[in-house]
C-alpha cells in the first residue's frame, strides 16, 4: 500500500534538474509532496488531484497521471535550498486527506 | 501565523515507561493528525481527529497508544507502556478541514527514543 519513490538519493550540482517519482498500486485519488530538512517538520510543497492535472510553482512542478497510478516532481535549475528529503503522500480514498507517505527521496544540492 | 506547537522536543525513556506528547494545533483548524516517523522512513499516520471525534485509528496500536483530543483543540498522544520499537520522531500535523485539497501544516516533532 505504501507508494513506492524513486530514486532513493540523488546528488546534483547547483543549477542542475531533478525528477522524483513516486508509483502506486492502488488508485490514487490525489498526491501531496512535501520536503523535510533535517531535523525540521515537512513542508508542504503542492497538492495534485485526481485529473492528471500539472502544477507548478516557481522552479519546482508535479504531474499526476492517474492511469499510470503515479506522480513526477520536477526541480528545475535547482538551488541550494531544495536540498532535503521529498515525501509524496498518496490519497487513496476519495474526498479524504488519508495519506500513505512514500519511505522519501533523499536530494542533495552542492554548490 | 502561529504554527503547530509540540512539547516535549525530545525525551528518552526506558523500556516499559510510559510517555505523553503534547500538541496544539494551528488556530481554527479542525483536522489534527498524529504521525509516527522511523528514522529513515516517510510519515505513518497513527490517528485522524476531526473536531474532538475520531476519524480514523486503524494504525493505532491500541493496546498500548491512546490520544485524546478534548474540547477540540489540544490533543495528547500517550504511549503506555513503551517498547525499542517504539522509538521515532512523533509529528502532529492539522488542517482546516479534511478534504483531499487541504494542505496539513506539520510541527517539529517529538523525538522519542526508547532505551
Known amino acids: 500500500q505504501q507508494p513506492v519513490q524513486s530514486p532513493q538519493a540523488v546528488i546534483l550540482r547547483e543549477g542542475e534538474d531533478a525528477v522524483i517519482n513516486c508509483s502506486s498500486s492502488?488508485?490514487?485519488?490525489?498526491v501531496h509532496w512535501y520536503r523535510q530538512k533535517h531535523g525540521e517538520a515537512p513542508v508542504f510543497l503542492m497538492i495534485?488531484?485526481?485529473?492528471?492535472e500539472q502544477k507548478g510553482h516557481e522552479k519546482i512542478s508535479a504531474s499526476f497521471n492517474e492511469k499510470k497510478q503515479q506522480s513526477s516532481l520536477y526541480l528545475t535549475a535547482s538551488q541550494l535550498s531544495y536540498s532535503g528529503t521529498y515525501f509524496c503522500g498518496t490519497g487513496i480514498i476519495q474526498g479524504a486527506q488519508k495519506l500513505v507517505f512514500g519511505q522519501g527521496t533523499r536530494l542533495t544540492i552542492n554548490p | 501565523e502561529a504554527g503547530v506547537a509540540q512539547s516535549p522536543r525530545y525525551k528518552i525513556i526506558e523500556k516499559r515507561q510510559s510517555v505523553a506528547f503534547w500538541c496544539n494545533p494551528i488556530?481554527?483548524?479542525?483536522?489534527l493528525y498524529w504521525y509516527q516517523q522511523i528514522l529513515g522512513q516517510g510519515p505513518k499516520l497513527l490517528i485522524q481527529?476531526?473536531?474532538?471525534?475520531?476519524?480514523?485509528d486503524s494504525q493505532l496500536p491500541k493496546d498500548r497508544f491512546s490520544a485524546e483530543r478534548l474540547k477540540g483543540v489540544d490533543s495528547t498522544l500517550k504511549i503506555q507502556p513503551a517498547k525499542l520499537e517504539d522509538s521515532a520522531v512523533y509529528l502532529c500535523?492539522?488542517?482546516?478541514?479534511?478534504?483531499?485539497?487541504?494542505?496539513?501544516?506539520f510541527g517539529q516533532g517529538t523525538r522519542l527514543t526508547v532505551v
Open positions: 481527529f476531526q473536531n474532538n471525534g475520531v476519524v480514523d
Open positions: 500535523a492539522s488542517s482546516f478541514s479534511q478534504g483531499a485539497n487541504t494542505e496539513a501544516f
Open positions: 488556530s481554527g483548524h479542525a483536522t
Open positions: 495534485l488531484l485526481k485529473g492528471g
Open positions: 492502488k488508485a490514487l485519488y490525489s
